[in-house]
């Protein structure tokens, strides 16, 4: 046991003779951002949604603050202060952005939230749920109706929201996708402040934002992990070099 904040020993998914993961070991230390870099079809988003408990894995074992979670249901690992963050297709884009964080907090908690609506002053969410907002440089636009807001904050907001549920474990699936320079410099910001705060991983595309802001790196190849280490070590690394960051 490494006594990392999680730990993943030989975990396995085998989608119909595929390994999208195969036998992976990964530690993630607390405070760390670290992150999961490999070309497509490597497996990055498999390995995200069995952390998160939305794939079960074929084998291996998953533990969490020192605790076994490899069979926990999703719902469990959230409540654990594991957070995957939210995708667009979740956001409530005819309520305000403040009511978007809101419901991702008693959604958490577990209440019923079908027919809530929240009395923006009165319902008690309002201060963590505003706590998120600042963090993720959204606060001044709290009142605002989600669906007028942009691609690059849409992203921010489901940030906010995962935020919101004060996780002690981030998982970000690729928060840059579809951004213009601007808002992935933005996110790149966000991010960068919520470093040593947050205990994140971090799978994204946009190799100069990992390389700015990783503490270590894993990287994935047909399921495997061929090598972990600092952004130098990675960078340095000659299978890593052969077998994706040469490609580039
Ligand atoms: P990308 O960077 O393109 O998002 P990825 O690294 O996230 O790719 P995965 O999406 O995890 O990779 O896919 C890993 C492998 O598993 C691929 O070969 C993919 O086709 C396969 N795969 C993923 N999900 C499924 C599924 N639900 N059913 C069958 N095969 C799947």
Redesign the pocket.
């Known amino acids: 046991m490494s006594g990392a904040f999680l730990e993943v020993r030989d975990l396995y998914k085998n989608?119909?003779g595929?390994a999208?993961t195969d036998h992976v070991d990964l530690d993630v230390r607390e405070s760390e951002l670290h992150a999961i870099i490999?070309p497509?079809?490597?497996?990055?988003?498999?390995l995200i949604s069995q952390l998160s408990g939305e794939v079960p894995p074929d084998g291996g074992r998953v533990r969490f603050g020192g605790r076994d979670i490899t069979t926990t249901p999703a719902y469990k690992r959230s409540l654990l202060g594991l957070a995957r963050s939210f995708q667009i297709t979740s956001l409530m884009l005819d309520m305000t952005v403040l009511e978007n964080v809101a419901l991702a907090v008693q959604a958490h908690a577990g209440h019923s939230f079908r027919f809530w609506r929240p009395a923006r002053s009165e319902t008690g969410l309002t201060g963590p749920a505003m706590e998120a907002l600042a963090a993720v440089d959204l606060a001044d636009r709290a009142h605002d109706v989600a669906r007028a807001m942009s691609h690059g904050e849409h992203r921010q907001l489901e940030i906010a929201m995962a935020l919101a549920t004060r996780p002690k474990l981030l998982l970000l699936d690729e928060p840059m996708a579809g951004m213009g320079v601007e808002e992935s410099q933005r996110m790149v910001e966000i991010l960068r402040g919520l470093k040593g705060e947050k205990t994140m991983l971090l799978i994204e595309?946009d190799m100069d934002a990992v390389f700015t802001l990783a503490d270590r790196i894993s990287v994935?190849v047909y399921g495997r992990v061929i090598a972990t280490g600092t952004p130098e070590e990675i960078r340095n690394d000659e299978a890593v070099r052969q077998a994706y960051l040469g490609d580039e």
Not at 40 to 46: H, I, S
């Open positions: 989608y119909g595929i999208a490999g497509n079809g490597a497996g990055k988003t498999t595309h994935l």
